[in-house]
């Protein structure tokens, strides 16, 4: 009996820990609640690229130095290029080719002059039935393996 009182003891003085009220001053969760504000990001605009500007419709882009495998080497240096696309290239040659003359093989065409004969329809072939032996030809009394197949006697 006393373990239930001091087990029941234990257990709702924890509790009273909750009950009682806080102490400090009171906060508006709306203000902790939204967040900082993102400073701005500061944009360095580089300087222009020494020599003359370009004009519109073009712009300047750095080529660095190359070395080639021979040793040789080609010193950086900026190019002017043309934003606008380039003139559109044909493929086609400026006049035709000639063609060779087509030659026929096996038949030569019929003559112009003769008129066409239409072509009949075709017609399909109609069904036959099957023919059967006479039982003459039968050796002796020998039956058809096909009669008893097909129910005959």
Do not use: F
């Not at 006393?2 to 009950?19: E, M, S």
């Not at 944009?43 to 712009?59: D, I, L, Q």
């Amino acid at each position: 009996m006393i373990r239930r009182l001091l087990r029941l003891v234990l257990l709702t003085l924890p509790l009273t820990a909750c009950t009682a009220p806080l102490q400090g001053p009171t906060v508006d969760l709306a203000t902790i609640a939204t967040p900082d504000p993102v400073p701005q990001a500061v944009r360095v605009v580089p300087p222009p690229a020494p020599g003359p500007t370009v004009g519109a419709g073009r712009m300047r882009a750095w080529v660095p130095r190359q070395v080639q495998p021979n040793g040789d080497t080609t010193e950086g240096y900026w190019m002017d290029i043309s934003l606008a696309p380039p003139p559109a290239e044909t493929v086609e040659p400026v006049t035709p080719m000639p063609r060779a003359p087509k030659i026929h093989g096996g038949q030569k065409p019929a003559a112009q002059s003769q008129p066409q004969i239409p072509a009949q329809p075709t017609v399909p072939p109609v069904a036959t039935p099957t023919p059967v032996l006479p039982s003459g030809l039968l050796r002796g009394s020998q039956t058809s393996p096909l009669r008893s197949l097909l129910g005959g006697q």
